[in-house]
């Protein structure tokens, strides 16, 4: 059979049996052992394998050919086919860990608030089974697939649980069920990396513009875990923790950027230095979405690649972040003015001397300012309790009378012409105090 053939009907054809299937686990389970409900989600996820071997064997059947031979109106059916099966193999594999989470619980309750990965619990369960002194650091098995924190959370957990002395144990057939299905998980996720790495090497066909902004395999990580139309609808805010392997609930924290997920490992993010990055991982994300909802809605030509826009913000995201780390621009270093040397213009004249004739100090001040020699300074207190020296200008201490002291022409207060020619026509009216108008009006003459 060929290539194309085998491809096209594999795209149309789903319940055929497949000759060669994945070794699938005993899961026969006799009245009583586990919940029926419980039952029948490792049935559904057992003939879920048994169907994703026949797309095991189509890609392996592609990948034996060259390009130009297989058709690529039947590839893109097939790798359309291969990501909805992605979504399945997912689903799969959280129901058979919650599956394992409720009915392992007794043996190690700890377990599942430690280890958060399906794939990591499953291999862990499957060699501890019911004899905890095997989750120790001491066991190499463990220390093949899991890091040091990780291993020493466990031991320290399963040691406080032999002291507290905890024995539960699940019988027979209940512990082989339980392998059956940790078994089952490792074979879902070996299966979802032949598919991932299969749309890696195909990506370009099922999301050109997808392809270009993140590179193929991060790209096809996106893909087998929320397929195109799942990026084209979820908020670009909640891209960047996509894929992230943070360890939660062991007490290890970690600093720098919180989620390091799939966006993370992008070629565009990692060009740039580790303080620029969070920023690059928001840009991308948006662009993501919007390169999601191009290959969503755009039909591909199959003889040309259509990764045009793709390409286009990928250039504008390097050159929006190659601006960003460039230094600020050195402003040009002015030279200071000239001090002015020459003294400043002062202004003379008589009109300015006759101005400041009339700000000058009174007599009546400069004689308050001086003091006779030998006698006694008369003093008052102002309205604020203030002591007031009269200096010259109180009385004289040898007759007992005030000095007459001569008033200054310059310094009177003198009245406008607008105000004399007001008092004057008040006159001619007869208004007001005639006998006071003419006092002011002689006194300023």
Sequence with gaps: MSAANLLGDLSSDEDENPSQEFESPDLTMEDGALELESEEVVRRASLHLKGIQKTIEGIEEAQSMEIDQIDKASEVAFLGKANSQLDEIANDIVEIHNFLRIHYTPVFPELSSLIGNPIEYCKIVRIIQNNLELASDENSRLKEFLSGDKILVISMSSSLLRQSHHDVRLSEREMAVVVGACDLVIQLDTAKLVITQYIASRAPILAPNLTVLL???????????????????????????????????????????????YIYSAEIVQNVPEEFRQKAMRMLSAKVVLAARVDLSTKTDLNTYAGDLGDKWRRELVQK???????PDNAATKALPLPVTAPSKKRGGRRFRKLKQ??????????????????????????YGEEIGLGLAGKNSSSGVYRAISSSATTKAKMTKAMEKRLNKALEMGEGNSNLVRTLLSSDK
């Excluded at 062991?250 to 720098?256: E, L, R």
């Excluded at 972040?321 to 230094?327: N, S």
Aim: with cysteine; glycine share 16%.
């Design 358 to 383: 009339q700000f000058e100090m009174s007599e009546l001040a400069k004689a308050q300012n001086k003091m006779a020699f030998g006698d006694q300074e008369e003093t008052i207190t102002n309205a």
């Design 321 to 327: 972040l190659d601006k960003f780390q460039a230094p």
């Design 215 to 261: 590179g193929p395999v991060v790209a096809a990580q996106m893909i087998s875990t929320l397929g195109i139309q799942g990026l084209a609808t979820v908020p670009a805010c909640n891209l960047a923790s996509l894929g992230s392997n943070r360890v939660v609930g062991t007490g290890i924290g970690g600093g720098g950027i919180r989620n390091k997920g």
